[in-house]
């Protein structure tokens, strides 16, 4: 895929300087062409100081929207809700308009629904007519060590689903929550995709969806068909990598 790239930090910190500096390019074109920058965050713990970093900067929040790509079925105040940690990390330290901010309605029915309801959200977000397909001008992604993304585990039927742009999802561990998820459709008609992935503990999964030409794992499904795809990875991440760009 031409549209791919790999980059390899020597650090966590020079990583989310990286995303930042990309972000903000993302940002200041979407906005000169488009007039907003639409952005959907991953949760997890990657990204948490990147958000805390990306609160101390001076972008154009007034013109940035910004989404879920997944969500635990849970209140907003759980501690594992991805949208308090954004929340918490972020969006309570920028100016950032209220209605700017689109959260997974968890506190509503079931997970099912909750999905129906975001998947409503977008579609009147972007104006789309039945079937079309949102595009986001950046979807930032994480790698789960077992090689999920979003809420898009090995095995679920969700990372088959064509026909929806928001799913619910079960995790492989009874014990976790249901989740809300984008789709890959979603995912794969974004401008620009990056994965932020750190730590050794994912180098073997990196290295599968990398390199494995025939890998199965979720995360290798992100493909988009002509949006930018960028690994931006630390060293422990792209350890087992043959080879290694920085
Ligand atoms: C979530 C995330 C999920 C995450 C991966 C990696 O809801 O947990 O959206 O997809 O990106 O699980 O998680 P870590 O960053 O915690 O390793």
């Known amino acids: 895929m031409e549209n791919k790239e790999i980059l390899v930090f020597k650090n966590s910190e020079k990583l989310e300087k990286s995303v930042i500096s990309k972000w903000s390019d993302t940002a200041e074109y979407a906005i000169m062409k488009r007039g907003l920058f639409t952005v959907a965050l991953s949760g997890g713990s990657t990204p948490v100081k990147l958000y805390k970093k990306l609160s101390g900067t001076d972008l154009n929040w007034d013109m940035t929207h910004i989404f879920i790509v997944d969500e ?19 969006l309570s330290n920028i100016n950032i308009p209220e209605q ?18 975001y998947e409503n959200d977008i579609i009147s977000f972007f104006n789309l007519s039945s079937g079309e397909i949102p595009e986001f001008d950046l979807i930032l992604l994480g790698l789960g060590d077992d090689g999920h993304t979003a809420s898009l585990f090995p095995g679920s039927p969700s990372i088959h689903v064509r026909d929806r742009l928001v799913v619910s999802s079960l995790p492989p561990d009874k014990s976790m929550h249901k989740r809300v998820t984008f789709t890959f459709p979603v995912i794969n008609n974004a401008r620009n995709i990056f994965f932020q992935v750190t730590g050794n503990n994912k180098a073997v999964v990196v290295k599968d969806v990398l390199e494995n030409k025939s890998s ?8 988009p068909d002509k949006g930018k795809l960028i690994f931006l990875l630390d060293r422990q991440a792209g350890a087992l990598l043959s080879d290694r760009k920085h």
């Open 216 to 223: 199965n794992l979720p995360a290798a499904y992100v493909k």
């Open 100 to 117: 700017n901010i689109y959260p997974v309605p968890t506190e509503k029915g079931s997970s099912d629904e909750a999905a129906r309801l």
């Open 72 to 90: 635990r079925f849970v209140p907003f105040n759980h501690s594992d809700s991805n949208f308090r940690m954004i929340r918490e990390t972020l």
